[in-house]
């Protein structure tokens, strides 16, 4: 069983960036579909983007395309989400997911197993 801890997030003005990272505990991680979800106050948790096993594919969903890209780094057992350009409406926890079995973009969140706690990114205007 994987154990996620996500951490980088804070708080950040209208246009800056800031790096997400998602740690994960288990050694096989190069094993687990990875996933970037958010969740703003009052909304449901929404897709950010996914990154397949090997890290060669990625998926984004679209209000995050151009400024948001999802890696990972299997020997260090963890991905990342640098968020660029950023808006007062990517305001939110992010969550890092993560799945054995998926084997292709998926953006619903019932689909992945295992969650972090979160980390919340604050971006003032």
């Known amino acids: 069983q994987v154990q996620l801890v996500e951490s980088g997030g804070g708080l950040v003005q209208a246009g800056g960036s800031l790096r997400l990272s998602c740690a994960a505990s288990e050694g096989t991680f190069s094993s687990y579909r990875m996933a970037w979800f958010r969740q703003a106050p009052g909304k449901e948790r929404e897709f950010v983007a996914t990154i397949s096993r090997s890290g060669g594919t990625t998926y984004y969903a679209d209000s995050m395309k151009g400024r948001f890209t999802i890696s990972r780094d299997n020997a260090e057992n963890t991905v990342y989400l640098q968020m660029n350009s950023l808006k007062p409406e990517d305001t939110a926890v992010y969550y890092c997911?993560?799945?054995?079995?998926?084997?292709?973009?998926?953006?619903?969140?019932?689909?992945?197993?295992?969650w972090g706690q979160g980390t919340q990114v604050t971006v003032s205007s």
């Open positions: 997911a993560a799945d054995r079995k998926i084997t292709r973009p998926v953006m619903t969140t019932d689909a992945y197993h295992y």
